[in-house]
């Protein structure tokens, strides 16, 4: 991150910046420790707009439905249409969502799930700026935790995707069919072990990957980097 030598301009950040975007990824103190996941790195132009900075000063996503969700479902049952969600005090206030909590974090528990064959396979953008993907890390390795990665893997299957915005957009392989492998995993017994992804950008297919499950990482190998057998898996 470069810093500013004199006055700001766009190729570097000031002081200033920087503290405010370390603020964003470390998260609120609350009773003096920072217990939420920190905020991943990865926070480009095309992924953060609408979300999380807007040039034009409207009003950003996340703090529209911030106020509908302080409003109606963070302290469920209770409700209150005029309640001002920049009066949320994070010493006192977490404490009050524990209904919003428990069913948004559940715990880890898949035996009656496993037991009857059922899996899960999802992706992640790791420039989601609307679901942090350390949440998804945080979960994820709480039931490797539990079961081992071995056991994990046999049920439960995790894709991060670099450049990946919310679900889709930003620069990244956010063309995905993640149904026929989950299909197939199901009906056939064929786990997937990478995950198919890639981007079209005026007619012609870019990114063109397969991505290997967390934790796992996807690295290149030599040749064509479009071509997805140029990359392997690594487990270290």
């Known amino acids: 991150m470069p810093s500013c030598n004199g006055k700001s301009d766009e ?38 707009t609408r979300w999380l900075a807007n040039a034009d000063a409207s009003p950003l996503s996340l703090t529209v439905m911030a106020q509908s969700f302080f409003k109606y479902a963070a ?59 350390a949440m998804g890390i945080t979960f994820y390795k709480t039931i490797i935790d539990t079961l081992g990665l071995e056991a994990t893997h046999d049920f439960y299957r995790l894709f991060f995707l670099p450049g990946v915005a ?3 957009g930003g ?27 890639q981007k079209t950008i005026d007619g012609q297919s870019k990114y063109n990957r397969a991505y290997c499950p967390f934790p796992q990482k996807t690295i290149y190998a030599r040749g064509d980097a479009e071509y997805s057998e140029n990359w392997f898996c690594d487990s270290n």
């Open 166 to 168: 919310n679900c889709s």
């Open 171 to 197: 620069y990244g392989p956010d063309e995905i069919d993640i149904m026929t492998p989950l299909i197939e995993w199901v009906e056939t017994g064929h786990a997937p072990r990478r995950l198919q992804a």
């Open 11 to 48: 190729g570097c950040f000031t002081d200033a910046e920087k503290k405010a975007l370390a603020d964003i990824r470390r998260g609120p103190p609350i009773k003096g420790t920072y217990p939420l996941p920190q905020y991943w790195d990865t926070l480009e132009p095309s992924t953060t």
């Open 75 to 133: 302290f469920f049952p209770q409700q209150n249409p005029d309640y001002n969600w920049q009066t949320f005090d994070f010493e006192r206030d977490p404490a009050r969502m524990t209904w919003f909590d428990e069913m948004m974090n559940p715990k880890p528990e898949f035996d009656a799930f496993r037991e009857r064959g059922s899996k899960i396979l999802s992706f992640w953008g790791w420039s989601d700026t609307a679901i942090n993907p």
